[in-house]
């Protein structure tokens, strides 16, 4: 019997864009300082405190933090960040799901091209891809739970793909 | 009755019994039978007619290469026309009919065609183009209603579909012998493994044919094997089909959760459609047995030989009581046993090869009449059957009563993946057969469809391949021997060609493409009118088109032209094999989406409020937004012009969320804004902006917007609403690509801001009202604010004409802005608009827009933008205006503004007199929003030096036409009085 998946769509998160023109390393050392983690690698993420600190491309992080902590959080990357970077709102560019339950590996081979089964994708992961046209980026947090990032305008639609899929998971499992 | 259900064997669940219908008549089989095969156990014998001639078609095959056993299955939107009897498997309550037939398939007036079959040669439908075009009127009628295989369903289909994809190091296709050793080698070797059967059961050839390997009998060793694929975590999908290689090693599979017309259960999908990306590709897709040529080789009772056991082995179904074996093969020989083991009373078998001693050979010349050198020359027989088989050897003719003829011209290796993957085909002589040869992308061949014959090497092959696939791919762990086999004879069977017509028979009466009706007479009338690529042939007769594709007629086709031309057959060549393998639904191609929007929807933040005003919606690329606002009794034009001219007079209310909005960051923020813009941007002092508009590299206008600078080293750029993601793109590539060394950021904040914009001659008041101690900023200015208790930025900018500000907002935020506007606006008179009404104001006001005026054919002169270009030229595209074409000071399609008394048609050509040449053509035209009469755009030949001029904007196909005068592109208040307070 298959498990069931669950959805939840999170309450608004502050979003900040981190982006670096140059070596990422001393600006990394110095968030590393301040936040307990460094600036994770490319197709990483990592949990600092109440951060989440996804990669995004290179040179560029998304930082997700409680809305209440946005604007000085904010300031402070900038000060960070110095002449090396810039920091930007995205908070209402990117809606977050949150997928529980282990079979998101099977729910996120339809509508899509990702390799979701992958032995190599793994808790601390992220993918940046396209499901039914739309795209998305995965945070695998852990074995039974993955975010999924996608712009607002298309989260109906996809969570209602999504919800539609899981409801016949076990009819479509092989 | 002929044919019958054995009491005993096969592999059907003889405890299942299964009821459905064939053109309305109530049958009953089993679970595991293919419609076929319940219908010979039935005893029916004619399942339909062929597509030309209406000639009776009976059961060749027992696979998906059957060409003539073709029925429509299921009822309203879930019916599907042409399936093959033979890949369709019974459930519960199957009703299929027959086609190409009326009024009955028994009593078809169609069949009257094949008298008059020599009127009806090969390129009949390109002869009858060249005559008088007048006669066209005549016969369309005839021919429209005679064209077609099957019908379609006029239903709307009510099944879902899915799309899904999946990863492996090795995927094996087929799972016949060569292909379950294969998976079984790779996936020992530890890697990650992919089966697929098109069949609803594993095991291809083993399941017709007694064999007993590594000491099992086949059953029980598919299903060890079965468990151990399993246990391996390999995916074994049955009823899936790959019918697709694409580059990259990307397999397309169609899999049949469902079989054709059956209801889902579960409210699950019909259809699965997959996208596998493997790192290797095993092709284990087996061999197809080609039939012979002979005169009326199509009639129903003549099998190919392998179906002819496969019936009677899997299905327990004897296809005939006398049987006569044709073949150039000792495969064949295997089938006169298996009939003969049922009672079958087996005439004769002619071989076409000379005499031999192999043990095959002896042991059925001393149960059977075995007579060498021996060709078929005829068939007698119609609709209800076969009767007669006349063969010719060493001079003698010779008769033989039989209702079941079974053939073997030998085995095509199935290669159609092989050579879709781009790989080459070599021909083998003895066998007469093209197999796998070169393999341009991560493929190979094993068993059958390598040519290969006799299972011990079939199986070592597919075996070999599985485990080098696997090692190709870094997994080192050897796998093992490859299973043992033991058979009753074993070895290849020397098969030879067996691709000419018997001497002396009438290649009028000798059917290459049963599903076309192409006959031997109809190549060699294509060859003598002057057709000699095998591509032009085919499509000249239709040889080897339709849903089998050529499956089992391209050979001997291909043979005949070679002959003709008097070169050997792979000088000749082989017709290209093109995806799908098999026929696939368009709803499996659909996938999930279906109706009216087959894209997702893009629903903008205030989307719940538009929704609720109940607007005229309008697509835009995925995005929905508002056209109008009608109120009661008000329609599209109405509704259009009460808010056109709410926002002339009064003030209005628009959804501008949808653009294309980023935030450059940085101290060379402005150096990459003057790559990317082709306007200056760094003049710009905090807290204003300005109209901008961006080249392509060939120094076409792509898109336009506003630029602003926000704060010292931040700008806001925004750009159309369609272009938006080319946008991105485009900023992307200057930002990585062309100024990689700038220190600048990029972020793409089209949907963390929702934006309002409000416009009229009361805008002001508006925005005074909701933010009353607001200092509110000049036109093209910007500043921050509070409004309904939520910061915003404004920026005073006008798409209208009118003073008119843009209020950016977080988009959770939104929602409280728009009330407070509506609230307040209500007062000032003011509504919200749509689309449409923007489209009039904006045409009166002269602005381009993205797929009207830039349609990516203009350059910044032609739109009258060149002065505002940055004299620095540092823009992208600066470099390809400088080319002659573009500095030509004549023969450019340049915009200019239209006016006429009367509706101006949009797209309509511009031309001096109708009819006449085009000139130019009308982008976007539309009423006056307070004065009388029409308004366009358009492009138009020279059009600066060509104002004042009389034109007609002509469209012959709509049967519309209006005179215009040249005018310049602005019609209301070109000097800008109206954006000042």
Known sequence: MIETLQFQAAPPEGLLRLELWGDSKPVSRRFARAFGAALPGPARAVTAGSLRLIWREPGAWMIRAPMADRAALQERLIAMTSEDGAVTDISGAAVRCALHGRDWRILLTYGGVFDAEAPTFQPGCVAGTVVEHIAVRYDLISDDLVDAYVAPSFAEDLFGYWASVARNLDVNRS | ?981
């Open chain 2, 1 to 981: 009755m002929t044919r019958q259900r054995r009491p005993t064997g096969g592999l059907i669940d003889r405890t299942r019994p299964v009821g459905f219908t064939f053109d309305g008549v109530p049958y009953e089989g089993f679970a595991g039978d293919t419609l076929a095969s319940a219908l010979l156990a039935n005893g029916v014998g004619l399942l339909g007619r062929s597509f030309k001639y209406h000639r009776p078609r009976g059961i060749l095959a027992a696979g998906v290469e059957e060409p003539s056993a073709l029925v429509g299955v299921g009822q309203g939107g879930r019916f599907e026309p042409n399936t093959r009897a033979t890949d369709l498997f019974l459930y519960d309550g199957l009703q299929a009919h027959s086609q190409n037939r009326w009024p009955s398939l028994s009593l078809d007036v169609g069949a009257v065609l094949g008298a008059v079959a020599r009127f009806l040669p090969a390129g009949f439908y390109y002869k009858a183009f060249l005559g008088k075009p007048d006669l066209w009127k005549i016969y369309e009628h005839f021919i429209r209603k005679a064209a077609g295989l099957g019908r379609p369903p006029v239903a709307p289909d009510p099944d879902s579909y899915d799309h899904r994809a999946a990863f492996c190091d090795v995927l094996v296709v087929g799972a016949g012998p060569a292909g379950l050793a294969a998976a079984l080698a790779a996936s020992a070797s530890g890697a990650r493994v992919i089966l697929l059967e098109q069949d609803a059961v594993v095991g291809g050839g083993l399941l017709r044919d007694p064999a007993r390997l590594d000491g099992a009998t086949g059953d029980s060793w598919i299903s060890a094997a079965l468990a151990t694929l399993t246990a391996r975590g390999v995916r074994v999908l049955v009823r899936c089909t790959a019918v697709g290689y694409w580059d990259h090693d990307l397999v397309t599979a169609a899999e049949r959760v469902t079989e054709p017309g059956q209801t889902p259960d579960h409210d699950g999908p019909a259809q699965r459609f997959w996208r596998i990306r493997a790192e290797r590709v095993v092709l284990a897709t087996g061999a197809i047995e080609r039939p012979l040529p002979f005169e009326h080789n199509d009639r129903p009772g003549v099998m190919l030989a392998q179906a002819a056991r496969t019936y009677v082995a899997r299905f327990g179904v004897v296809p005939g009581s006398r049987a006569v074996i044709a073949t150039s093969h000792d495969d064949a020989y295997r089938t006169a046993f298996a009939l003969a083991d049922t009672g079958v009373q087996v005439q004769a078998i002619l071989d076409t090869r000379p005499a031999s001693d192999r043990p095959i050979v002896t042991e059925a010349k001393a149960r059977f009449q075995v007579m060498f050198g021996a060709r078929v020359l005829r068939v007698a027989g119609g609709a209800a059957g076969l009767r007669r088989v006349t063969a010719q050897t060493g001079g003698q003719v010779l008769t033989f009563d039989g209702d079941l003829l079974a053939v073997s011209g030998g085995f095509s290796p199935v290669s159609h993946l092989h050579m879709q993957a781009g790989g080459g085909l070599v021909w083998n002589e003895t066998t007469a057969a093209f197999q796998a040869g070169d393999a341009r992308q991560n493929q190979s061949s094993a068993g059958s469809a390598a040519g290969l014959d006799g299972l011990s090497e079939v199986l070592c092959d597919g075996w070999a391949k599985g485990g080098a696939a696997a090692r190709a791919v870094g997994f080192k762990r050897a796998p093992g021997p490859a299973p043992q086999v033991v058979e009753p004879w074993p070895g290849p069977g020397h098969g030879v060609s067996a691709l000419e017509a018997p001497i002396g028979a009438d290649p009028k009466r000798i059917f290459v493409d049963f599903q076309n009706d192409v006959t031997l007479a109809d190549i060699d009338l294509a060859w003598r009118e002057g057709y000699r690529s095998v591509e032009h042939v085919k499509r000249y007769t239709t040889l080897g088109m339709a849903t089998d594709q050529g499956k089992t007629s391209n050979m001997i086709g291909l043979a005949r032209l070679a002959a003709n031309e008097g070169r050997p057959v792979p000088e000749v060549g082989l017709t290209t094999f093109r995806p799908p393998y098999t026929p696939v639904t368009l709803g499996l191609l659909a996938g999930h989406r279906k109706g009216f929007q087959v894209t997702p929807l893009r629903r903008q933040a205030l989307y719940a409020a538009h929704q609720a005003a109940s607007p005229i919606w309008q697509p835009s690329g995925y995005w929905m937004r508002p056209r109008a606002y009608p109120r009661a009794g008000e329609d599209l034009h109405a509704a259009t012009l009460r808010e056109a001219r709410t926002v002339r007079s009064a003030v209005g209310w628009v959804d501008v969320s949808t653009l294309g909005k980023f935030e450059v960051v940085g101290p060379d923020a402005a150096v990459l804004l003057e790559r990317v813009c082709a306007t200056t941007v760094g003049k710009l002092s905090v807290g204003r902006g300005r109209y901008t508009f961006m080249l392509r590299e060939d120094g076409m206008v792509m898109d336009d917007g506003t630029v602003w600078r926000i704060a010292d080293d931040r700008y806001l750029l925004t750009s159309s609403t369609g272009g938006a993601e080319r946008m991105a793109h485009h900023i992307d590539y200057v930002r990585h690509v062309l100024a990689p060394g700038l220190k600048a950021a990029v972020a793409n904040v089209q949907e963390h801001w929702a934006g309002i914009a409000v416009a009229g001659p009361r805008a002001r008041d508006l925005i005074a009202r909701l933010a009353p101690d607001f200092d509110i900023p000049p036109h093209m200015s910007a500043a921050r604010t509070v409004m309904a208790g939520v910061p915003v930025q404004v920026l005073a900018a006008s798409y209208s004409g009118e003073r008119a500000f843009e209020i950016y907002v977080q988009s959770p935020n939104v929602d409280p802005i728009w009330t407070a506007i509506s609230a307040i606006g209500a007062t000032l008179d003011g509504c919200p608009y749509g689309l449409e009404a923007l489209e009039i104001l904006r045409i009166e006001k002269g602005h381009v827009v993205v797929g009207g005026e830039i349609d990516g054919r203009t350059t910044p002169h032609d739109l009258g933008l060149q002065r505002m270009m940055n004299p620095a030229r540092s823009f992208v595209g600066a470099a390809a205006l400088q080319r002659p074409a573009l500095q030509a000071p004549q023969g450019r399609q340049q915009l200019v503004g239209l006016e006429s008394g009367e509706a101006i048609p949009e797209g309509a050509m511009l031309v001096t007199h109708a009819p006449g040449a085009a000139e130019g053509h009308v982008t976007a035209g539309g009423i006056r929003a307070l004065e009388a009469g029409a308004v366009a755009l358009g492009l138009l030949r020279d059009g600066h030096t060509r104002l004042g001029e009389d034109l007609v904007a002509w469209s012959p196909t709509r049967r519309l036409s209006a005179r215009v005068k040249v005018v310049p592109p602005m019609f209301y208040d070109a000097e800008g009085v109206r954006y000042r307070d």
